[in-house]
Nanobody, 120 residues
Framework: QVQLVESGGGLVQPGGSRRLSCAAS????????MGWYRQAPGKQRELVAR???????YIVDSVKGRFTISRDNAKNTVYLQMNSLKPEDTAVYYC??????????????WGQGTQVIVSS
């Protein structure tokens, strides 16, 4: 079974920075797109950033210019660099990856989430 494990969350002051990491492990043949979603209290989950295997990336307008997504294919890891954090960025951040396992097609996978709280 494929597992995604996020790390890097925690408490950060407004204007500060954090880097989230998500490492995929298990029986993996290949990984297509990887990305980050977040869910704030009382709100629906939203896509924050996504990066394809070919390097094309998407950043939601609300964080564009502040967040950057990247990936290390050798480590099966995706990162989210978050700068100039605002209180409205407070949410649980979830890693997502489209992964092919041996003798199977691509499947959508999710991590358990890591909490980011932006507060003074």
């Amino acid at each position: 079974q494929v597992q995604l494990v996020e790390s890097g969350g925690g408490l950060v002051q407004p204007g500060g920075s954090r880097r989230l990491s998500c490492a995929a492990s298990g029986s993996i043949s290949s990984i297509n797109a990887m990305g980050w979603y977040r869910q704030a209290p009382g709100k629906q989950r939203e896509l924050v950033a996504r990066i394809t295997s070919s390097g094309n990336s998407y950043i939601v307008d609300s964080v564009k210019g502040r967040f950057t997504i990247s990936r290390d294919n050798a480590k099966n890891t995706v990162y989210l660099q978050m700068n100039s954090l605002k209180p409205e960025d407070t949410a649980v951040y979830y890693c997502n990856a489209v992964i092919q396992v041996p003798d199977s097609g691509y499947k959508d996978n999710w991590g358990q989430g890591t909490q980011v709280i932006v507060s003074s």
